[in-house]
């Protein structure tokens, strides 16, 4: 079982940033950063693989950015330009395969970290 633990949420202006930061307990093949908005189904904003490669929604492309420091067990999402349309809260997610921008490959979630853009 790996334990999963979202921080750095918050609230920010449009056109603003903020750093979301996953600690993990143990480790997995891949990570992800996905979100669920009030009235909107769950969406997949970015991943990365073991092997290093990182994909992302067209939503977020050019403007977030998932990395991780694996010495440290830490999954990141650097948001910037943040429009009111990225509010949602922010759930890290990890798998044992390759492909964790399919939620059918997520085996761990975290409880998420709720992120709120004003305009």
């Known amino acids: 079982q790996v334990q999963l633990v979202e921080s750095g949420g918050g609230s920010v202006q449009a056109g603003g940033s903020l750093r979301l930061s996953c600690a993990a307990s143990?480790?997995?093949?891949?990570m992800a950063w996905f979100r669920h908005a009030p009235g909107k189904e769950r969406e997949w904003v970015a991943n990365?693989?073991?092997?290093?490669?990182?994909s992302y929604a067209d939503s977020v492309k050019g403007r977030f950015t998932i990395s991780q420091d694996n010495a440290k067990r830490i999954l990141y999402l650097q948001m910037a330009s943040l429009k009111s349309e990225d509010t949602a809260m922010y759930y890290c997610?990890?798998?044992?395969?390759?492909?964790?921008?399919?939620?059918?490959?997520?085996?761990?979630w975290g409880r998420g970290t709720p992120v709120t853009v004003s305009s």
């Open positions: 990365i693989e073991g092997d290093g490669s990182t």
């Open positions: 143990g480790a997995t093949y891949c």
């Open positions: 997610a990890a798998g044992w395969y390759r492909g964790c921008h399919f939620s059918g490959n997520i085996v761990f």
